[in-house]
């Protein structure tokens, strides 16, 4: 499976942004998506997941209520929606899938290029 996100871009705070992510290859109900992001000096910080099928999501609480994640199957593309952007929402944001079982990066592989979101004050 070959990931590559996209839809970043420079936003004001209280905007939303949709992100995307082509999925490509073979793709499985079972398989897990999450989206990440990461800021410089720092780790990658996971902060959503979703099975193929769409029976599973989980967020992580610092964006669950604001963040959501999609899955257009037919399309083989990933989204996440972005709403009332704050500036520490800056970040280089990247899709993976899940090869072992846990939420951390070290359970994902298959990373493609991130997509910069810059969220101006």
């Known amino acids: 499976v070959q990931l590559q996100a996209s839809g970043g871009g420079l936003v004001q705070a209280g905007d939303s942004l949709r992100l995307t992510c082509a999925v490509s290859?073979?793709?499985?109900?079972?398989?897990?998506l999450g989206w990440f992001r990461q800021t410089s000096g720092k780790e990658r910080e996971f902060l959503a997941g979703l099975s193929w099928s769409g029976q599973t999501t989980y967020y992580a609480d610092s964006v669950k209520g604001r963040f959501t994640i999609s899955r257009d199957s037919a399309k083989n593309t990933l989204y996440l929606q972005l709403n009332t952007l704050k500036p520490e929402d800056t970040a280089v944001y990247y899709c993976?899938?899940?090869?072992?079982?846990?939420?951390?990066?070290?359970?994902?592989?298959?990373w493609g290029q991130g997509t910069q979101v810059t969220v101006s004050s």
């Open positions: 993976a899938v899940r090869i072992g079982y846990g939420l951390t990066p070290a359970h994902f592989g298959s």
């Open positions: 290859g073979r793709t499985f109900s079972g398989m897990f």
